[in-house]
């Protein structure tokens, strides 16, 4: 019976990462937190809750992803992050699918993920369903991405599992404001040392194309004031980014 590892990475996450891994630990035969440096008790918390714990300084999302999944003990992997929870169809789902993936002839199995702000789910914005690859055989499958959105890549037929990741279901929309600039300053870096043009009028560009199509395509009106907030505080975290990057340009001597 093929058995699975469950995998994390973690920094400075003792307030959610116990929970994260008591959602996936009855599912699988390991789960493994790759800490990058935490310096409260993170790692502590995570060895409680039933995690083999290792560490390794964190350098950057990708890099460190793929390295917990080489680090894990079986070749089926189920990938987590500290900020989301497994529900129960999910799952027994997880656990049907690693003992028949080798009949199954798949190479990865997407999962769909719910994403919550202010204490209630969204049911569009761009934000449901959310299908994101996380169960994968890492003979047929890496990280991939641009820094900080980590993807998955695999090389063969892909599967869906019923049931769903619940994604920081604790997200306030200050938290969601702060996580925005966040991931912008993360990413201008990568874009600033990237052959893409940028113009004066290139941040107010992606912005409001950022917004028309959240409201637009992505329908964030049906999620209400969350919708609307979605939309404006992703168009604001756009414009960072392109802005961020710029100003990392002009500093770095050609």
Not at 8 to 22: M, T
Not at 26 to 39: A, H, Q
Not at 174 to 193: C, I, K, M, P, V
Not at 237 to 253: I, M, N, Q
């Amino acid at each position: 019976m093929p058995r699975c590892s469950a995998v994390l990475i973690a920094l400075n996450e003792q307030s959610r990462i116990e929970d994260a891994v008591s959602s996936v630990r009855p599912f699988v035969d390991e789960v493994l937190v790759l800490d990058g440096g935490s310096t409260d008790s993170t790692r502590v918390l995570a060895a409680a809750a039933g995690a083999k714990v290792l560490e390794h300084p964190f350098d950057g999302f990708i890099s460190q992803k793929q390295r917990a999944t080489g680090l894990a003990q079986y070749d089926l992997v189920f990938a987590l992050d500290a900020d989301e929870r497994v529900d129960e169809e999910l799952g027994h789902a997880l656990q049907a699918a690693c003992a028949a993936a080798g009949d199954a002839g798949l190479a990865a199995w997407q999962v769909r993920r719910r994403n919550f702000l202010d204490g209630r789910a969204l049911r569009a914005s761009g934000w449901y369903p959310d299908a994101r690859l996380r169960l994968f055989d890492r003979r047929q499958a890496r990280w991939s991405g641009a820094e900080p959105h980590d993807v998955v890549e695999a090389s063969g037929a892909v599967g869906q599992l019923p049931g769903h990741l619940l994604h920081d279901p604790q997200r306030s929309t200050e938290e969601f404001r702060q996580g925005s600039l966040l991931h912008a300053q993360r990413r201008a870096n990568s874009l600033a040392r990237s052959s893409r043009a940028l113009y004066p009028w290139t941040p107010w560009l992606h912005a409001l194309g950022h917004y028309l199509r959240k409201v637009l395509l992505a329908h964030a009106w049906r999620d209400g004031r969350r919708g609307w907030t979605i939309a404006w505080v992703g168009a604001l975290g756009v414009f960072a980014k392109y802005s961020l990057a710029a100003e990392l340009r002009r500093e770095v001597p050609e």
